[in-house]
Structures are given as C-alpha cells and as structure tokens.
C-alpha cells in the first residue's frame, strides 16, 4: 500500500505524541509518592495544626518543651512525650524516668534560667503558675511559645488541662476522618473519667482544712476533688479562715498530713467540729498540688484510714 507524503507526515505526527506521553507517563510513575500532589485530597485533608493553646498560636507539633511544672512534667509522661522534655524545673521529680532522660534543669518557675531555656531552643516552655511578663517578653522574641496554663479549680478545669497539653503535640482537629476521636480531647476525657472510676468510698459530708488551717470552699481543686466522696459542708468561696466552722457538723475532717490533729485544735472553730463527733482523716496535699493521674492516691489514703 503506497502512502502520500502528507499521509505520512500526519502519521509520524501521531506517534511522536503518543512517545511523549508515555515518556511522561513513566516519568511521574517513577517519582516518589511523596512529590505527587493529589490536588483533591490536598484541599479536603483536615490538618491538626495551627491550634490556639493558652492564648498562644502553634503552627505545628512542639518537638521540644520545657517544663517549669511538676504537674505539667508528669502529665506530658503520662501523655507519652517525655521524650519531647528537653528542660525542666528543679521540683521536676516524678516520674523519675522523665528527670532521668532530661539532663537539663532549668531552674524554678519563680527563677527560671531564661538564657539556659533559650539555649536548649525548645518550641514552647509550660508552667501553671505564670512568669512575668518580662519573662515572657523575651522567650518570645527568641521564639519560644509560652502557653498561658492555669491550675485546675475543678473538674472541667482538670480535665481542659490535659486536654491543653495534649494539643501542643497532638493539636485539635480530626485526624481526616470524622469518625476518629480527637486525640487533646480523648487525653482530657480520659483524665477526667480515670479520677472518677478511682472513687472506693463515700464520705456522706465533710470539709477539708489546707495546711495553713483555713478552709477550702468552692473554686478549689481539693473542694472539687472530695466532691466526688460526698458534700463539702463549708459553702465559702475559695480559702477562708474557719470563722463560725463551729457551726457545720461533717461527719469528717479531711485534712493535709502536713498538719496533726493537736495543730487541728489549735482552731477553736475546728477543735468544735472535732467535739462534735467530726472524724480526721489527714491525705497528701501533693496529690492537690500537683493535678496529675496520682491526684487519685488520695481515695486510697482515705479508704485504707477508714479501714483501720
């Protein structure tokens, strides 16, 4: 069969893009998947960074923190990133795991080494109590995120606290499926619900007395806390002296172990409520002061003094 001139231009045409587009063709199939763009994932994917944590913007997940907060120290371990701690206050003691792969100390929350923090270049530095405002001038002008945390004053707050920390690494949105739990609020979920299954006994009523012999009322962890055992008696807001105490008939006294029963009556108010049939039983501030998973000891100081 005898083809024309122009015929076989037209035919040559032909091959030649069809050689281009399977030289293409090969050519992306060779490329790592990671350098294909799937443009219509892209724009339907849900990322979980940037996240607002404490009034601070984080464009991603925090790869190194400093902890100037036993609390804080231990409920980043507790969340599996002791690992991520690169810096922590002298108080840092538990778990000892967590002050074991952590070389640095960095001083208190009420003296921190700014220049030793700064050094060890840390994606955000975490403390409940707050550091001043020059302080946190200058983390900032070196780049370091100073997510404003606060110590619990009740539940939702114990549990908003996890939830907090849990995004500096995890961040906030679904992880590109809405069936999927969000993982900083599974952590404060978790948090919440574990003190609560700790609970082995009931109180009926009681109040507690801090270490300095005041009361604690509403708005106070500890108040919060043995809520779960029973009614808190004392109605006041916060820490107050144990004026017209005399008056409240608990059936316990739940007070710190700092504290003896002979210091307890040197109140006159308590001393009335320990005449008044009042039973002491005395638990570990810490476990107050320092919010974390261990916050549960607590009920088992309480049951196993009840048991004896």
Do not use: H, W
Not at 52 to 72: I, Y
Not at 143 to 170: H, N, Q, T, W
């Amino acid at each position: 069969m005898k083809i024309t001139k122009t015929a076989a231009i037209v035919l040559f045409g032909i091959l030649g893009l069809l050689l281009l587009s399977g030289c293409e063709k090969d050519e992306r199939s060779s490329l790592p998947d990671e350098l294909i763009v799937n443009n219509s994932a892209a724009e339907t994917e849900e990322t979980a960074f940037p996240v607002t944590v404490g009034g601070v913007l984080l464009e991603s997940s925090a790869e190194r923190v400093v902890s100037l907060s036993p609390a804080v120290t231990e409920i980043i371990a507790e969340l599996g990133f002791a690992d991520r701690l690169c810096g922590i206050s002298v108080y840092c003691d538990f778990p000892e795991s967590a002050a074991q792969n952590t070389t640095e100390t960095v001083g208190s929350n009420e003296n921190p080494d700014i220049e030793k923090i700064i050094a060890l270049k840390p994606n955000a530095v975490f403390t409940l109590s707050g550091l001043s405002e020059r302080d946190i001038y200058t983390l900032n002008a070196a780049g370091i995120a100073v997510p404003e945390l606060g110590a619990p004053r009740s539940l939702e707050d114990y549990s908003k606290l996890y939830r907090d920390i849990a995004a500096v690494f995890y961040g906030r949105e679904l992880n590109g499926s809405e069936k999927e739990t969000e993982k900083a609020a599974q952590a404060g979920n978790s948090a919440r619900s574990a003190l609560e299954a700790a609970v082995t006994v009931q109180l009926e009523s009681f109040v507690y007395v801090t270490g300095k012999l005041t009361l604690a009322g509403s708005g106070t962890f500890e108040s919060a806390v043995l809520s779960l055992l029973g009614e808190n008696l004392f109605g006041g807001e916060g820490y107050v002296e144990p004026q017209n105490a005399a008056e409240l008939s608990p059936k316990y006294i739940v007070a710190d172990s700092s504290l003896t029963e002979t210091e307890l009556r040197s109140s006159a108010e308590i001393a009335a409520i320990l005449d008044g049939g009042a039973v002491p039983l005395f638990v570990t501030a810490r476990c107050f002061e320092r919010p974390t998973a261990r916050t549960a000891e607590i009920f088992t100081e309480i049951s196993e003094q009840l048991e004896d």
